[in-house]
């Protein structure tokens, strides 16, 4: 019978090779987890997008009444008297869709979530488009003291400081180039 005994060397040399292969599974799975969480906030954020498309298909209304929002449509929504009343009680649905749409990717960035690369060529362009196409009343609910998220509000400064003008987007929004 061969006798094994196993010197101290031969112990710390097991003990780092158990050591190394807990670690590169712990690298692993941190990156198959974090894999599954971009995956996962890229799906809600292609949800919400979905669900946009969905509204816009069923209320393409929505363009036209955001032409004409003025501070006094928020009263109107409330109010629901009449059919024009009830249209900005549809489309401020629309705007909230829109506001989800960027909070959600905004997050998403913010948390790690998203690849730089997609947030910059997919979901930036398209809240820069969201915001602007709706800027009359997303300004208004954006205000100090307004009701829409910091991670918003900061998104439009930061945006007007890398010199997006969001008025006057807004304002040619309509208009051939």
Not at 94 to 105: D, F, G, P, T
Not at 144 to 155: A, P, R, T
Request: aromatic fraction near 12%; proline fraction near 2%; glycine fraction near 6%.
């Amino acid at each position: 019978m061969i006798s094994m005994q196993l010197g101290q060397n031969d112990v710390a040399l097991i003990a780092a090779v158990i050591s190394l292969v807990s670690l590169m599974l712990g690298i692993f799975n941190w990156r198959q987890t974090r894999h599954a969480f971009m995956a996962s906030t890229e799906a809600r954020i292609e949800d919400l997008y979905d669900r946009l498309m969905d509204y816009r298909l069923k209320h393409p209304e929505v363009f036209r009444l955001s032409r004409r929002w003025t501070p006094e449509c928020l009263t109107k929504i409330y109010r629901q008297c009449d059919e024009e009343d009830r249209s900005w009680a549809i489309y401020i649905g629309y705007v909230e869709l829109c506001i989800s749409y960027c909070n959600a990717a905004l997050v998403g960035r913010k948390r790690g979530r998203l690849s730089k690369e997609i947030y910059r060529s997919q979901y930036e362009p398209l809240m820069k488009l969201l915001i602007t196409e709706h800027f009359s009343v997303i300004q208004q609910l954006t205000r100090e003291g307004g009701f829409v998220s910091s991670g918003l509000s900061e998104f439009i400064k930061e945006q007007r400081r890398q010199g997006w003008n969001w008025e006057l987007e807004y304002q040619n929004m309509d208009k051939v180039r």
